[in-house]
């Protein structure tokens, strides 16, 4: 088993270089991604469809700029952790050659231990979308950051939450932490390499795998 990193000199050269599942498309693949099911992916992995770009919609462009200062803040908030970030990276693992992944960040704890930093933004519309987030991490994001965890084989993973609210023109953001641990996830990273191998090879066969509907 080899883990490797590449750095892609542009933004561009990355796009292009995502040919396997990455950790935002993997909840497509166990019905899990409110916005994608796996037929959709399956259609972008076999290059009947291009994914589409949303990099330019505002609320990815927010994400985008507050990436960076929300890992600072990290930093400062948790100086325990020595926090480290690469732009345009891609991890492959040869152990899962269906998989990449890209991090917001990476972590080593007090120990030398190895961690995965995410960092996600959200406006909060609904109250539906603020349950998402009571005590657990919605089910797309959780299975990003197994995903991750999966390719890098780090043994831990912090998700560090951003929600914005927006009330009578004025903004509050209230910030929560996940700490995932690698010993308590065993069956979900099997479960989730079993499921990302057996889509990955309808890709490879080019066969239409069968429908599993995105669970809202």
């Keep these: 088993m080899t883990v490797k990193m590449e750095l892609f000199k542009s933004r561009d050269d990355w796009l292009k270089g995502r040919k396997r599942v990455g950790g935002s498309e993997a909840a497509a693949i166990l019905g899990r991604n409110p916005y994608m099911d ?17 990099s330019s919609k505002p609320y990815v462009l927010y994400g985008t700029h507050a990436e960076a200062p929300l890992r600072e803040l990290f930093a400062l908030d948790f100086p325990e952790y020595e926090v480290g970030y690469k732009e345009n990276n891609m991890f492959t693992n040869s152990k899962y050659p269906f998989a990449h992944a890209s991090l917001d960040g990476w ?16 406006e ?26 999966l390719v890098t084989e780090f ?23 996940y700490i995932i641990e690698r010993q308590d996830i065993l069956d979900d ?11 990955w090879e309808y890709v490879e066969k080019d066969e239409r795998p069968p429908l599993v509907l995105p669970v809202i």
């Design 38 to 54: 796996n037929q959709r992916l399956w259609e972008i992995k076999t290059g009947r469809v291009e994914s589409e770009d949303i």
């Design 107 to 122: 972590i080593k704890d007090t120990d030398g231990r190895m961690g995965v930093l995410e960092i996600k933004t959200t």
């Design 124 to 149: 909060i519309l609904k109250s539906m979308q603020k349950e998402k987030w009571n005590e657990r991490v919605p089910d797309n994001y959780y299975i990003q950051l197994i995903h991750n965890m």
């Design 155 to 177: 043994e831990f993973a912090i998700l560090k939450a951003q929600l914005k609210y927006s009330y009578n023109n004025d903004v509050f953001l209230h910030t929560r932490h």
């Design 189 to 199: 990273l099997e479960l989730l390499a079993r499921q990302e191998k057996e889509f």
